[in-house]
């Protein structure tokens, strides 16, 4: 790419990412297009919060090819330090310095900060080029860190990365740390409206819509690809299920807490009260405009419907119902199943599976659970990544 291609790309992808409104989402793809730019084998992806970085996504093309297709590489969540000390990405962010390493094997005797062969030595891979880049927003403050690893030639081959490559990244991610800012906003703001419905219904909290709004999204790529849907549509779709999900329940806000904290079984008469937190729910989405509100509003008037028209508000059979709903219904049960709450203890694996095969076809779509079956390592990996808090 001569300058002109390159100054056009990044506007090009500045336009492309805002597009983008969920954080995880946004994250991963500003990760894909800038090893993409500088066609670097691997990278990681850090988000600060408060002194640390924490990681937030990796991909490596090399271990990724040696998995089944369709298979993901599942990577443990850590955090680093901040400091000028320890790792290369902590140092970055400390100094808002771009790294050009070229072998991180050979680093300087005396830089101060160190590389960490763990992860080499677990997955048999050899890190070699790095190019560390903070992602800033406005000038100051540090918003993450970007690691683009191992250069690739036209024949693969590893080399290093040029400067050019170290510019073109550090354009890249202002651009990008401005779309990280707003999702972030976004992200919050979410959280905040759960935190409302969490006061009323202790059940919802951060981390049950978290877990089961990222199933969702990985449930819903596994069956989309299945039925070969086309990425565009794919990419966008995950982007607005991540968001919409969390807020499967937040028509709770507007049931009473006699129903809502009732120790006891709920009456029939409250029970049809309770069943009005779908289209209550719905009700606060009414922008038909926006793909946002409809999907949303979709979810939480349809995450009770079931596969066999028994469930509710509506009862719809089927496909009638809406695929977004029916994915969050088996997410919602899955995590409410394993997971402890006030009334019930968190049932054993074995039988939170049993169940949801049992319910198949009956309860919930067989194609969904089976995107569901074939995602479960990814799943589980999720659920370590959003804990309960006590
Ligand atoms: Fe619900
Ligand atoms: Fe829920």
């Known amino acids: ?14 336009t492309e990412l805002s597009t983008i409104k969920d954080i995880d989402i946004l994250l991963e793809r500003i990760l894909f297009e800038a090893r993409a730019c500088v066609n670097a084998d691997a990278g990681t992806i850090y988000s600060r919060e408060g002194d640390l970085l924490h990681f937030s996504h990796a991909q490596n093309d090399t271990l990724q090819g040696k998995l089944p297709k369709g298979e993901k590489l599942i990577y443990k969540d850590f955090s680093i330090i901040i400091d000028k000390h320890s790792s290369v990405a902590g140092y970055v962010a400390s100094t808002g310095e771009v790294l050009n390493i070229p072998d991180v094997y050979n680093l300087c005797s005396g830089c101060g900060y160190y590389f960490d062969v763990e992860f080499d030595k677990k997955s048999g891979y050899r890190t070699k080029s790095m190019l560390t880049v903070p992602l800033r927003y406005e000038t100051d403050e540090v918003i993450g860190v970007i690691q683009v690893i191992n250069a690739k030639d ?11 490559d170290a510019l073109f990244i550090k354009h890249f991610a202002s651009t990008a740390s401005i779309a990280m800012k707003n999702a972030r906003m976004t992200r919050t703001l979410l959280l905040r409206m759960i935190h409302m419905a969490e006061l009323r219904d202790p059940k919802e909290t951060g ?5 089961v709004a990222a199933y969702s999204v990985e449930i819903y790529e596994r069956w989309a690809n299945k039925r070969g849907l086309d990425r565009k549509e794919i990419d966008s779709n995950r982007d607005v299920l991540r968001m919409a999900a969390m807020l499967h329940d937040v028509g709770k806000v507007a049931i009473s807490d006699t129903i809502l904290k009732k120790p006891a079984k709920l009456t029939p008469e409250e029970y049809e009260v309770m069943k009005q937190h779908t289209t209550l ?3 606060l989405f009414t922008n038909t405009e926006s793909r946002f509100d409809r999907i949303a509003a979709v979810i939480a008037v349809s995450h009770h419907e079931n596969w066999d028209g028994t469930g509710y508000p509506k009862k719809p059979k089927g496909e009638d119902i809406s695929i977004f709903g029916r994915i969050v219904a088996v997410a919602d049960v899955y995590d409410a199943l394993s997971c402890k709450r006030v009334y ?4 054993k694996e074995e039988d939170v599976i049993e169940e949801i095969k049992h319910l198949s076809g009956t309860k919930f779509d067989p194609e969904v659970v089976d995107a569901f079956f074939k995602s479960l390592t990814v799943i589980k990996a999720i659920a370590e990544k959003y804990p309960d808090k006590n």
Do not use: C, P
């Open 154 to 164: 036209n024949d693969g081959n590893i080399i290093e990365f040029t400067e050019d």
């Open 281 to 283: 729910g719905a009700e």
């Open 344 to 347: 019930k203890e968190a049932w």
């Open 207 to 211: 981390a049950h819509v978290n877990r």
């Open 1 to 14: 790419m001569n300058e002109r291609e390159k100054l056009n790309e990044i506007i090009r992808l500045s």
